[in-house]
T-cell receptor, first 118, second 111 residues
């Protein structure tokens, strides 16, 4: 399997522009997570899906952020309008197991999308 | 409120100089504690899961241990290729499927 695939790897945009980040999870994984990583705050969970349904979006910072998962093989994270403080590396991760049992919690991460908002 | 705290923030070792990284947690109802390795420009890569106090896991030069309040990642005779950021994360009863990460320890091993 190719692993979790994210695009674009790098995005530079100007404040106020719309940004769309994309993710293809590992086939067969029914959990998908979006994280944001900064030097100051580390990895923060933004939202996660189970079987394409958003389960918890409490980490989404503002209404400017939205995420969708139209099918099991694709998810998007959209920022509109973007602001300089949104600059970070955004990771998508997928997982196949429910919490609490053997092997749970192992997340498979993509290589991230580095976003710079000028 | 910090739920997962890692120390030190950075660690520089000579090749062969063993040491330990610490991860302390304040969550209740721990369901799992995880260690990940992250190389520059890459996503985190899973290393270990620990479920209960007293449990230990080993992989090559790495050994992870767990108590009721903290976990240690012991690195024995490290090599330069062990240089990376090591992340600790927890899954707990109140967090459902949310895996909460610490900010990591950046390890540099000097030849």
């Amino acid at each position: 399997d190719a692993g979790v695939i994210q695009s674009p790897r790098h995005e530079v945009t100007e404040m106020g522009q719309e940004v769309t980040l994309r993710c293809k999870p590992i086939s067969g994984h029914d959990y998908l997570f979006w994280y944001r990583q900064t030097m100051m705050r580390g990895l923060e969970l933004l939202i996660y899906f189970n079987n394409n349904v958003p389960i918890d979006d409490s980490g989404m910072p503002e209404d400017r952020f939205s995420a969708k998962m139209p099918n099991a093989s694709f998810s998007t994270l959209k920022i509109q309008p973007s602001e300089p403080r949104d600059s970070a590396v955004y990771f998508c991760a997928s997982s196949t197991r429910l919490a609490g049992g053997p092997g749970t919690g192992e997340l498979f991460f993509g290589e991230g999308s580095r976003l710079t908002v000028l | 409120e910090d739920q997962v705290t890692q120390s030190p923030e950075a660690l520089r070792l000579q090749e062969g100089e063993s040491s330990s990284l610490n991860c302390s947690y304040t969550v209740s109802g721990l369901r799992g504690l995880f260690w990940y390795r992250q190389d520059p420009g890459k996503g985190p890569e899973f290393l270990f899961t620990l479920y209960s106090a007293g449990e230990e896991k080993e992989k090559e030069r790495l050994k992870a241990t767990l108590t009721k309040k903290e976990s240690f990642l012991h690195i024995t005779a490290p090599k330069p290729e062990d240089s990376a950021t090591y992340l600790c994360a927890v899954l707990y009863s109140g967090g459902y499927q949310k895996v909460t990460f610490g900010t990591g320890t950046k390890l540099q091993v000097i030849p």
